[in-house]
């Protein structure tokens, strides 16, 4: 069976009546949607100026949500890299996809449907570029070339279906030139189109493009509030292993190469060959510059000997700079490819979206990385730059997870919607209309542990005020916050007095969306 679909019509009827039936003119061709998605990998809502103006400015990004939408309530349910690319596929939570976590051989099984798939069996060409991490092979794209695993930020290689090749320069230039060639080049201009453009900036370690390196040094960003949080009442948060103070790296995140230190991150730092994206991947005019910029610092770092609270304020400092640079360079690419859609007339007949995997930490909790079913980590930021026809301007509030996503380009492109996708498509939203049975929570689930970072598996709910979540195997606990009265999550309300039958209430909420998804691990409670 098919969800009913009332907004577009399929690819084999899209002639639209020239004004009201009984005119007398005639049908005019009406030309069939495109997508492009654009996705990056941890960006923080907060390092986008279209959200919040404290730390930098993101013009090119601005301008998708300025000449579009900006979705004020979009979260995840996975907030992990992989996980989250394949729930954007499918439309499906992880335990249906079956792609619950990043641990070694993980593999997405191509051969189920697919949001590719099925664009493609309805007329539109397909295409993947840029940042895969699925383990497998793409399937159902008339092209794709991807990188292996994380890729690297310089000279990275990509996987394409001819073999592996090696690309010099830096990756986001790189996977947006690849876009660009493949709109001016490769593309079919008579088919309707869908372009995943999939970067690997903004994943650690951070690495920005040569021409970026002396961006944001003589800028202090401002600590956060609950920068230095101890936990109290969240066990869960007291045992992970992602503190900017404490599990941070000098060298292979924050650069300060040591040659008297020997370590496991120093050699990911300087090896020629690695997976993450490392300096020894430079080439020789690559590492002048890099050692241009970063030498002075590592001196003034060297003698500073800072110790304590004073070497954490620093690397935040130096976390937040460096991540700043590759935000640039993002937004710098954003607006490449904005331009050539402009330029080959397509921007007007096309759907673009912006999104990350998920969020991710700037400081907030003393963290870095993401995992939690916490606001920084499951928001997303997602902005939508709309075709013509659509009139919507302004902030979406209503409740919107990546679900929803293959839904919502199968909508756009006049396809019916399989029963089995667990998502809804945001297109009444796009088209300014507010339905009264709009979803009033969402479902989370996070399941890596043990692995890096060690935070612990939970599944949880989120309403618009409150937040109930569930860490268990290895722990047994609760977590109850008031969003509206605590926005930073620093007050577990699990168990106190007056808070009885609100519990009670999300946990039957929590129990419902279980069902609903028919998440196995209902039964274990």
């Known amino acids: 069976m098919m969800k009913t679909v009332n907004y577009f019509l399929p690819l084999a009827g899209l002639a639209v009546l020239n004004g009201c039936g009984g005119n007398g003119k005639k049908a005019e061709q009406k030309k069939p949607l495109n997508i492009v998605y654009i996705m990056t990998d941890d960006h923080a809502q907060q390092m986008m100026s279209c959200y919040e103006q404290r730390h930098m400015q993101t013009p090119h990004l601005d301008r998708i949500a300025a000449e579009g939408v900006r979705f004020t309530n979009s979260f995840v349910c996975n907030s992990l890299s992989g996980p989250s690319r394949a729930v954007l596929l499918t439309g499906k939570h992880s335990h249906k996809n079956g792609y619950t976590d990043n641990s070694s051989g993980a593999m997405f099984n191509g051969e189920q449907q697919t949001v590719q798939q099925l664009l493609q069996a309805g007329g539109y060409q397909t295409a993947m570029i840029g940042k895969w991490h699925l383990g497998s092979t793409p399937t159902c794209f008339d092209y794709w070339t991807i990188l292996p695993g994380q890729g690297d930020y310089y000279n990275p290689d990509f996987i394409t279906p001819e073999g592996t090749v090696r690309k010099e320069g830096y990756v986001t230039n790189i996977i947006t030139d690849l876009s660009i060639d493949w709109l001016r080049q490769k593309r079919d201009t008579t088919k309707p189109f869908c372009l995943f453009v999939h970067h690997k900036a903004i994943h650690r370690n951070w690495m920005a493009d040569t021409c970026d390196l002396a961006l944001y040094e003589d800028k202090t960003f401002e600590l956060p509030a609950n920068f230095w949080d101890d936990y109290q009442g969240r066990i869960a948060a007291g045992k992970q292993e992602m503190s900017i103070d404490k599990d941070m790296t000098l060298i292979y995140d924050l650069k300060m190469l040591d040659e008297r230190v020997e370590d496991h991150y120093k050699s990911l730092y300087i090896r020629q060959q690695d997976t993450l994206g490392t300096y020894g991947r430079m080439n020789a005019a690559q590492k002048a510059a890099w050692n241009r910029h970063y030498h002075p610092i590592i001196e003034q770092f060297k003698n500073a000997k800072l110790r304590g609270k004073d070497l954490a304020k620093w690397k935040y400092q130096r976390y937040m700079r460096d991540y700043a640079k590759v935000v640039k360079s993002l937004d710098d690419n954003v607006g490449r490819l904005l331009e050539e859609l402009e330029k080959e007339g397509l921007l007007e007949n096309t759907l673009v979206v912006y999104a ?115 860490f268990y195997q290895d722990i047994d606990a609760w977590e109850l916050y008031d969003l509206q009265e605590d926005p930073t999550e620093m007050h577990n309300l699990y168990g106190q007095p007056g808070t009885e039958e609100l519990t009670k209430e999300l946990k039957a909420e929590l129990e419902s969306l279980q069902v609903q998804y028919d998440d196995p691990v209902r039964n274990l409670n």
């Open 356 to 470: 990350s995997d998920q969020g991710f930490y700037m400081g907030e909790h003393g963290w870095f990385d993401k995992r939690f079913m916490y606001e920084e980590s499951m928001r997303t930021p997602l902005i939508m730059r709309l075709p013509e026809g659509f009139d919507r301007r302004g902030d979406i509030a209503q409740l919107v997870q990546n679900i929803d996503y293959t839904p919502t380009f199968l909508d756009l492109a006049g396809l019916p919607i399989p029963e089995d996708i667990q998502g809804v498509s945001l297109l009444p939203l796009l088209k300014g209309e507010n339905p009264s049975d709009w979803r009033k929570s969402l479902y989370y689930h996070y399941y890596e542990y043990p692995a890096e970072h060690a935070v612990r598996r939970h599944y949880g709910v989120r309403t618009e005020r409150y937040k109930l979540m569930h």
